[in-house]
């Protein structure tokens, strides 16, 4: 079943300015990633924060994790255009089986 | 780098055929997935293997089925396809190592049932 939730749907930008999402789930979880999608193509793995985690950094990417209000924020710093694609939270509840959202849509103009 | 493969980027089959979608990866990655796309509904899992010959139901198996008799591949077989089951088709791959949780995905079917 569905767990994650993404908001918002959809989110346009210019460039070099930051964009955030963020992931609502409901039951409790191990770990939760962020997938980037281009459009078309398969998911890539973006980050991954453990349940005991609070925030992660990998580049230009910041992630938040509040486990007592099971939500996530996704922060992509000085956006480029190649950042355009869909983005997807995914929870994992210890059994390596993932639950996707809807993912949102980032759209990033030159 | 992690390869997962799927045999066809798009293809189109009528209603009542057997299709035969297929994946392959190269990580000797124990756990494989089959996953459906759809617009506003994210990824919805369909069936999933831990291991060779192993096959668990997902969330959506109704009308799916499965076989991995080896290790690197896992086949999703719709037995009699139907135009609800038009939709883009994600595989992925990833290890039962404890520190190991990503998914390495395929670039995906897109499936038009007519």
């Known amino acids: 079943s569905q767990q994650g939730e993404e908001d918002p749907q959809a989110l346009s930008i210019q460039e070099g300015e930051n964009a955030t999402m963020n992931c609502s789930y409901k039951?409790?979880?191990?770990?939760l990633q962020w997938y980037r999608q281009n459009s078309g193509r398969g998911l890539v793995h973006l980050i991954l924060?453990?349940?005991?985690?609070r925030e992660k950094h990998s580049g230009r990417l910041r992630v938040t994790l509040d486990t007592s209000k099971k939500s996530s924020s996704l922060l992509i710093t000085a956006s480029r255009a190649a950042d355009t694609a869909s983005y997807f939270c995914?929870?994992?509840?210890?059994?390596?089986?993932?639950?996707f959202g809807a993912g949102t849509t980032v759209t990033v103009r030159a | 780098d992690v390869k997962v493969t799927q045999s066809s980027r798009y293809l189109v089959k009528r209603t009542g055929e057997k299709v035969f979608l297929e994946c392959v990866q190269d990580m000797d990655h124990e756990n494989m997935f089959w996953y459906r796309q759809d617009p506003g509904l994210g990824l919805r899992l369909i069936y999933f293997?831990?291991?060779?010959?192993?096959?668990e139901k997902g969330d959506i198996p109704e009308g799916y089925s499965v076989s991995r008799e080896k290790k690197e591949r896992f086949s999703l077989i719709l037995e009699s396809a139907s135009t609800n089951q038009t939709s883009m088709y994600l595989c992925?791959?990833?290890?039962?190592?404890?520190?190991?949780?990503?998914?390495?995905f395929g670039p995906g079917t897109r499936l038009t049932v007519t």
């Open positions: 992925a791959s990833g290890s039962l190592a404890s520190d190991s949780y990503e998914q390495y």
């Open positions: 039951t409790s979880i191990n770990n």
């Open positions: 995914a929870t994992d509840a210890n059994d390596y089986k993932l639950s």
């Open positions: 293997s831990y291991d060779v010959k192993m096959k």
């Open positions: 924060i453990r349940s005991n985690e």
